[in-house]
């Protein structure tokens, strides 16, 4: 599904819980201008009377707000309170943020902190460096299926094989993103990967947006989470990418074993 530009998949939208998350998710994609009700809908495959029922009840409960003006939604205070609830179990943003502040001060691009979500990446963390122009593909809040932009191929890359493969049997990403996106072509790109360490993406998402990334593990040597960096092509030529990833690979490590020392069930 298409949401201010950024493509969102969902799970089964046909269930109540499953509609419900679909909304909640396609106004997060949104949430500095907020969405329409026919753009709710649009994005979450429903019929626009059935997505303004649907977000008419999650303003009742304080889910979602709604500006009067404009008639955007937007997400609510309720999901706020309920974060911070949850945040002690799965909050790691501030263990992550010296890792993320490091290399933005080292590269001068913007860099982030990504963590997997089932079949996503989702950024949690940014940090602009002194580069004056600036990526908006990845911000905090912003979510891609694994394999699209460079943290999400980062940490397909260090999946088991089988579970590679089950995600790419069932996620059709060049349907939605592709011919750069065939199973093949990311399955190239897992190998790249895995040679050099980090991953990087050539400007698929926006033509001249180049990003670079390293997977961060987990205490169990699992893959959940990737520092990353992105630009402008000229600063990811192939001169610069071994020193760029020499940094991220060595962040990346840092952060893993701060990780291990703490654990966090992020």
Known sequence: MLTGGVVVTYADSGTLIGRVSTALRVLSAANDTGATTSEVARSSSLARPTAHRLLTSLLGEGFVDRDNASGRWFL???LYLLGASASARYEISSQARPSVLRMAEATGES?????????????????????????FVLYEGARFPLGVVASGLAILAF?????????????????TRGPSYTSDAVCARVEQTRRRGYAVNPGLVVEGDWGMAAAVFDETGVAKWALTITGIENRFRVERQEELGKLLLDEAHRLSRALIRQPSRG
Do not use: K, N
Request: proline share 9%; hydrophobic share 40%; glycine share 6%.
């Open 76 to 78: 609510g205070p309720e």
């Open 111 to 135: 860099a982030f902190f990504v963590a997997r979500r089932g079949d996503e990446s989702v950024c949690l963390v940014r940090e602009d460096g002194s580069f004056p122009i600036r990526s």
């Open 159 to 175: 999946l088991p094989d089988p579970e590679i493969e089950e995600f790419l049997s069932r996620v059709d990403l060049a349907a």
